[in-house]
């Protein structure tokens, strides 16, 4: 069984900067995939970022965020970050991260992800 708690999500003006830390605990994998994903109501849950937890260290971005979002990993702490930089209003959603022991096909898939957090809200104001 894994866990996953976000924290570091909140409101932030156009421009601003937050990041999101997510603590893993439980059974994973020496290879894992964690990623970010967010969703607004009515629409589907989108990837944001993602990363394999081996010594590479592979990432991947959605278009909508390369450039302004870096994912990255503490493996002393067991922390996935996303630091998130010059915010859109778009960028507002609730954001959860998620865990996939092992290797998947697509890192940006929702469906791929077996183990989910709460989630934390982002709120980008114009």
């Known amino acids: 069984q894994v866990q996953l708690m976000e924290s570091g999500g909140g409101s932030v003006q156009a421009g601003g900067s937050l990041r999101l830390a997510c603590l893993v605990s439980?059974?994973?994998?020496?290879?894992?995939?964690l990623g970010w994903f967010r969703q607004v109501p009515g629409k589907e849950r989108e990837g944001v970022a993602a990363?394999?937890?081996?010594?590479?260290?592979?990432?991947d971005y959605a278009d909508s965020v390369k450039g302004r979002f870096t994912i990255s990993q503490d493996n002393a702490l067991n922390t996935v970050y996303l630091q998130m930089d010059s915010l859109k209003p778009e960028d507002t959603a609730m954001y959860s991260c998620?865990?996939?022991?092992?290797?998947?096909?697509?890192?940006?898939?929702?469906?791929?992800?077996?183990?989910w957090g709460q989630g934390t809200q982002v709120t980008v104001t114009s």
């Open positions: 998620a865990a996939a022991p092992g290797l998947i096909t697509r890192l940006l898939g929702p469906g791929e992800y077996q183990y």
């Open positions: 439980g059974d994973m994998y020496s290879r894992n995939c």
């Open positions: 990363i394999v937890t081996d010594s590479g260290g592979s990432t």
